[in-house]
Nanobody, 124 residues
Framework: QVQLVESGGGLVQAGGSLRLSCAAS????????MGWFRRAPGQEREFVAH???????YYTDSLKGRFTISRDNAKNTVYLQMSSLKPEDTAVYFC??????????????????WGQGTQVTVSS
């Protein structure tokens, strides 16, 4: 069992930045691929980015260049740095641990444990 706790969300003006954190329990954090998803009001949860245990990253195309995922295995924490934020980035942001052995980590089904989410609101 892995427990995940997100933090860092809040209200920001368009063009601003936020850094989300996701703290994980467990001693084998470094072996998990970690992902960030978001769910905008009235929409399905969508993939944002993931980072492998060794630090390799992958982003959904629409967010490349504005969002950066990273991890600190010593702190059992994964981060999502968000810049040039837009009102359409308003959503609840979730982190999750990837299931072992998946060939891609871009769908909800590729992840096993989820945090409770942190709200990000971008005002125009």
């Amino acid at each position: 069992q892995v427990q995940l706790v997100e933090s860092g969300g809040g209200l920001v003006q368009a063009g601003g930045s936020l850094r989300l954190s996701c703290a994980a329990s467990g001693r084998i954090f470094s072996s998990y691929t970690m992902g960030w998803f978001r769910r905008a009001p009235g929409q399905e949860r969508e993939f944002v980015a993931h980072v492998s245990g060794s630090g390799g990253t992958y982003y959904t195309d629409s967010l490349k260049g504005r969002f950066t995922i990273s991890r600190d295995n010593a702190k059992n924490t994964v981060y999502l740095q968000m810049s040039s934020l837009k009102p359409e980035d308003t959503a609840v942001y979730f982190c999750a641990t990837g299931r072992y052995g998946r060939t891609s980590y871009r769908t909800v089904d590729d992840y096993q444990f989820w945090g409770q989410g942190t709200q990000v609101t971008v005002s125009s």
